[in-house]
């Protein structure tokens, strides 16, 4: 089907942990207009509901709203959780707790995990499957009804069935879904099958905890803002993000509530893809720093690397399809000190948004990242969105003066210095290690820096991982928002094989393949959201016989040979680990398919209103200000909105915008492209 742009008034809308912003394309009237507003943490419908008023958009003439919440993630980290009961093969009731045999703590013997469902609410009943389909002991269907009842008597809120190899055969885990549709009292009940069809017991009992968990939030909020957004006249669906960069109708959103933790990291790595495609740069490694933590993601011919193994914490395995995101603790509320052994640390503890930074104005004493980037000048204080008044440049300076410069004898600018080269030095690793974990060299891509603080220090960063370029895009510090307008519909599917290679049935496999192209098929088609053209993509995860760690295969098409997956195998583990294996077996352990529907283009080219911009670069520039590097130099100060089309920058050079600031260092140099990124080559690499 050939792609047409998207036509219509949309809006995305991401709630962050300090803002929600909110992106709202209109392409009738060829505007885009934009809104960050504080999160409203008590009820994040409010900060939607606030986000649509500050943008001045009436929801009645929305066709569609793509909704990005952290109401499952932060509730999963928080442990703010419902309370659910299991229900599961007698014997087999600590397997949640038991685990994979590791500690939180490698070394050691602190640190303790509490599992998501207690003991006391964690039941058994007798049935059995064994692990090629087969039955061996029936399910007992009046102690069901009974284990039922004795959750709900304990006021268990969700439900969680998960019996031994319901992968292999689902038949036991299907009937006790019928009896607890009977039994409980609302439709909170989860089916570890039905979520996870794969082997690996304890994984797939975590993931299908933690779904249950979270169900009954989340489904209050998508009806609760539904409700809301529905008084103001919007009559339409509306679709929320999934951690595997799609999305789905709030009206079943909320069957599949594991699905979107961690999808806030997700949507703005979609962004980034698609921009980055508009852009002709497919390749890219995404930088997304804010206050507290600095998100990594690879992106490799304009498709996210996705995971099925992602742990969110410890022994927190949540094994859906989820956008491959690394983070490390370094964002711009980044505390500085130095530590007992007299050296300079930078992160994990974070000022947070309150106190925040010493420059936010709001009580914070600590110096951070963002007071060494205002101390150096890479910062304009009059333009720090804080709500609160700032302090002054003395201020800071006197915090680094004594908790940095007088225990390492330095004075306080070297010493805010000196925090941002840690800072970049850490944030590069983190870059660094989400490229060559998955067997590619970091200078093979383009680094796409955003998120509020990502742009300041993007260049460096580059410049310190040798990647050749910087792709900054309109508008960074609402990237997420713009995720959520431009992220397909997505409906990823898994099923265990689990045997070698040689001896698995090529039909069942071939079969396999077609039902889950029919399910995701169907699965996009009602959720009545317009899509230009269906795409189907299928891989197999594969292991050598002994291995515990699987390999992800990428598929040409559904039908594959024997011989084909063999050596399609062979070769991915030889470009990952360099070495081959002909003497062991390799056992075909899960396929997989991904039916994505791809939403018409959006015009990127909108997100900067060219009324604004000026006809020369010298009519761009704001002023100049000293700025320190390795000295301290005067930089000329652009606006981005002012930029002409054809802009050239050189560096040295600061960007400023609405939602963010960019720093050119010396030697570096930048073009502006028809969608208003700025495409930054990087000088003086090594």
């Not at 320190?628 to 915008?657: K, N």
Request: aromatic content about 4%.
């Amino acid at each position: 089907m050939t792609r047409t742009d998207l036509t219509g008034s949309f809006a995305g809308i991401d709630v962050g942990g300090t803002f929600t912003d909110l992106v709202h394309y209109d392409s009738r009237a060829g505007r885009v207009r934009l809104a960050k507003v504080p999160t409203t943490l008590d009820n994040q419908a409010h900060g939607v509901l606030a986000a649509l008023d500050a943008a001045d958009v009436d929801a009645a003439a929305l066709d569609l709203i793509v909704h990005g919440t952290t109401t499952t993630t932060n509730a999963v980290l928080e442990r703010r959780l419902c309370k659910t009961g299991l229900i599961t093969t007698e014997g087999f009731r600590d397997v949640l707790e038991l685990g994979r045999r590791t500690r939180p703590q490698a070394y050691g013997m602190r640190g303790q995990f509490v599992p998501l469902i207690p003991r006391d609410l964690r039941l058994e009943v007798p049935e059995r499957m064994l692990a090629n389909g087969t039955e061996h002991r029936a399910l007992d269907e009046d102690a069901l009804r009974a284990a039922l009842r004795q959750l709900v008597a304990e006021d268990c809120e969700a439900l969680v069935i998960h019996f031994l190899h319901a992968y292999a055969n689902p038949a036991h885990e299907l009937r006790a879904g019928e009896i607890a549709r009977e039994e409980w009292p609302n439709g909170n009940i989860t089916l570890g099958h039905a979520l996870l069809s794969e082997s690996r017991e304890y994984e797939r009992g975590v993931t299908a905890a933690v779904n249950a968990s979270v169900q009954p939030l989340l489904r209050r909020y998508v009806e609760r803002l539904a409700d809301r957004l529905a008084e103001r006249g919007y009559g339409r669906d509306l679709l929320v993000m999934n951690g595997n960069g799609g999305m789905v109708s709030a009206r079943i959103v909320a069957e599949e509530a594991a699905k979107t933790v961690m999808s806030g990291p997700a949507s703005g790595v979609m962004a980034a893809a698609y921009t980055g495609r508009r852009a002709g740069i497919p390749d890219l490694l995404t930088y997304d720093m804010g206050g507290t933590s600095t998100d990594v993601a690879m992106i490799r011919g304009a498709d996210p690397a996705v995971s099925h193994e992602i742990e969110i914490e410890y022994a927190m395995p949540i094994h859906v399809p989820m956008v491959d995101v690394r983070t490390v603790g370094a964002g711009g509320g980044s505390i500085a000190r130095v530590n007992a052994a007299g050296l300079l640390q930078v992160g994990p503890d974070s000022a947070g948004s309150v106190p925040g930074p010493i420059c936010y104005g709001k009580g914070g004493t600590e110096p951070t990242i963002s007071d060494a980037n205002m101390l150096l000048g890479r910062m304009n204080p009059d333009r720090l969105n804080t709500g609160a008044g700032g302090v002054s440049l003395d201020t800071i300076r006197d915090a680094f003066a004594a908790k940095v410069g007088a225990p390492l004898g330095l004075d306080p600018v070297t010493a805010a210095a000196a925090v941002l080269r840690i800072a970049t030095a850490k944030m590069a690793d983190a870059v660094r290690m989400v490229s060559i974990s998955l067997g590619e060299d970091p200078r093979d891509f383009a680094l796409f820096a955003f998120g509020g603080a990502g742009p300041l220090h993007a260049c460096a960063i580059a410049r310190e991982l040798g990647v050749p370029r910087v792709l900054v895009p309109a508008r960074p510090g609402i990237t997420n928002a713009l995720g959520c307008i431009v992220a397909d519909l997505r409906h990823d599917f898994v099923q265990t094989i689990n045997r070698p290679l040689d001896l698995c049935d090529m039909a069942e496999v071939h079969a396999a393949f077609a039902a889950q192209v029919a399910s995701g098929t169907a699965a996009v088609e009602r959720e009545r959201v317009e899509i230009a053209e269906l795409r189907v993509v299928h891989s197999v995860d594969m292991q050598f016989i002994g291995q515990t760690h699987l390999l992800r295969v990428p598929l040409p098409d559904a039908v594959p040979t024997r011989e084909a997956l063999q050596a399609l195998f062979e070769e991915a583990y030889f470009r990952r680990f360099q070495v081959r294996l002909p003497e062991i077996r390799p056992a075909l352990v899960n396929v997989n398919t991904s039916v994505i529907g791809r939403r018409p283009e959006v015009d990127l080219s909108l997100l900067i209103d060219t009324s604004g911009r000026r006809a020369t670069l010298a009519e761009a520039r704001s002023g100049t200000r000293a700025v320190y590097f390795d000295d301290w130099t005067d930089t000329p100060v652009y606006w981005r909105d002012h930029l002409p089309a054809d802009a050239m920058l050189t560096g040295p050079a600061i960007v400023e915008q609405m939602d963010c600031t960019l720093v050119m260092e010396p030697g570096d140099s930048a073009v502006q492209d028809a969608d208003g990124n700025l495409i930054v080559t990087v000088g003086g690499r090594s």
